[in-house]
């Protein structure tokens, strides 16, 4: 078990070097590097998800629906929160770490000459793995962006985009819409295209890229269906949801939140959009939404609630989750965001809830990202906001749950992910 654990971390050494610097957006590379180990993305059948906030639960949701037709699943998403290998699942089950070695090792040379990043090496890794594994379907989210995301290389069965919001500028835009042009590259001629984004102007924008990119059907999830009497608890949420032209039918989900609601149906339109054999009747998809599980998304363990928001749309729709659940009081917040993310709004949003905000750093935030929670305490006390600064992270978990009986964990995959380690919480745990 030495060996293995220590050649698992030196293959994860070796993909994580290759973060190092600026992303390096764009195809080339990844369409170089595939063609090496034979092209595994063009053997799958995919569904294609985008979005600023809420891809994350449409892909939990495509994937449980899916599971429960008695199909063989891959899922790839990003990042991680304890284990490289949350990323990479095949029906449930994360990649075994010998395959992520086996995969570094055959495949390094080919890494280091076409000069691939490290979100295109962990991409290919999961082509790879649903090709061998001969998955019926995958379902993939895009990493960033869409346009020139890794992902980007797969014609999909059904491509969707959720929403739109202002995060990572400085690669996608400056304005939603120029955002909003990025996640609509992910759109194909001849393929469905699935748009959930509820602010007309933003939805306007996809229709128009999704037509301009021969997209079709475009189907618009908030013009031509119905989500109604949402009811939102510790529990999930529960809803009406009628699909275009068809009866009204009442579905529960374990995620809690009113936008559950609306990634639930994007999730429910993409599988009708492809049709026979992925689309189900609502009643037989009411029978299985409960079962959908997301770790880190509004999960309520004991008195700690976990919520990866990181940046000022993902707080702020936390916060009105917060609002309507009402968890025990005080609440008290482990906050530590990444430097390039726009922190002082995320606080503002997270202050009208919370009784006291304890600002710290987590280990795994990479040192050229991390935040100053001295700078953050000191906008904390100009707006009159109860903060502590903490910056040894255990000493921040065990002063908050001294001080609150709702211990929330925020701002960062890094925060929930470290909280997770120090608690002994597993991610994957049913």
């Known amino acids: 078990m030495g060996r293995e654990l220590r050649d698992y971390r030196q293959a994860l050494d070796f993909l994580f070097e290759r973060t190092q610097g600026r992303d390096k957006l764009g195809l080339e590379r990844m369409r170089d590097f595939l063609r090496v180990l034979g092209d ?51 029906n449930g089950e994360p990649v075994a770490s010998e395959a992520v ?32 594994e001969r998955v019926d379907v995958a379902v993939i989210e895009v990493g960033l962006g869409g346009r ?87 529990a999930g949420t529960s809803f009406s949801f009628a699909l275009a032209g068809g009866a009204p039918v009442v579905l529960h ?25 992925y689309a189900r009747s609502l009643n037989e998809i009411a029978a299985v939404l409960p079962d959908v599980r997301l770790p880190g998304r509004f999960q309520l363990l ?60 987590a280990p795994t935030s990479p040192a050229s990202r991390r935040w100053d929670p001295a700078e953050a305490a000191v906008f904390a006390h100009a707006n009159g906001w109860p903060a502590t600064l903490e910056p040894d992270f255990t000493k921040a978990l065990a002063l908050a749950d001294s001080m609150g009986e709702t211990v929330i964990v925020t701002g960062s995959f890094h925060t929930v992910g470290d909280a997770m380690v120090a608690l002994d919480v597993r991610p994957l745990a049913r």
């Open 148 to 234: 020139l995301d890794s992902t980007n290389v797969i014609t999909p069965i059904v491509a969707g985009v959720t929403s739109i919001g202002l995060d990572h500028q400085e690669l996608l835009g400056n304005t939603t819409i120029e955002i909003a042009g990025e996640k609509a590259g992910i759109f194909k001629p001849g393929v469905p295209a699935v748009i959930g984004e509820a602010d007309p102007v933003l939805r306007d924008v996809l229709v128009a890229h999704a037509h301009a990119l021969g997209a079709t059907p475009v189907r618009v999830v908030p013009t031509e269906s119905r989500v109604s009497d949402v009811q939102v608890g510790g």
């Open 302 to 361: 004991g008195k700690h609630l976990f919520d990866v928001a990181h940046n000022a749309d993902g707080m702020a729709v936390m916060e009105r989750t917060l609002q309507l659940v009402n968890p025990p009081r005080p609440a008290v917040a482990v906050l530590n965001v990444l430097s390039d993310k726009d922190w002082r709004a995320m606080m503002t949003v997270l202050a009208r809830f919370v009784d006291h905000l304890v600002l710290t750093v």
């Open 101 to 132: 070695v086996e995969f570094v090792e055959r495949w390094t040379p080919d890494v280091e000459r076409t000069g691939a990043s490290f979100f295109e090496a962990t991409t290919a890794l999961a082509f790879d793995v649903f090709a061998k």
């Open 40 to 90: 595994p993305h063009e053997r799958l059948r995919c569904f294609h998800v985008a979005g600023t906030n809420g891809k994350g639960s449409t892909v939990a949701t495509l994937e449980t629906l899916l599971r429960a037709q008695g199909l063989s699943v891959g899922k790839y998403t990003s990042p991680h929160l304890v284990d490289f290998t949350e990323r990479i699942l095949v």
């Open 253 to 277: 989900t374990s995620l809690a939140g009113r936008h559950q609601a609306d990634n639930a149906a994007v999730a429910i339109t993409m599988l009708d959009a492809a049709g026979a054999p």
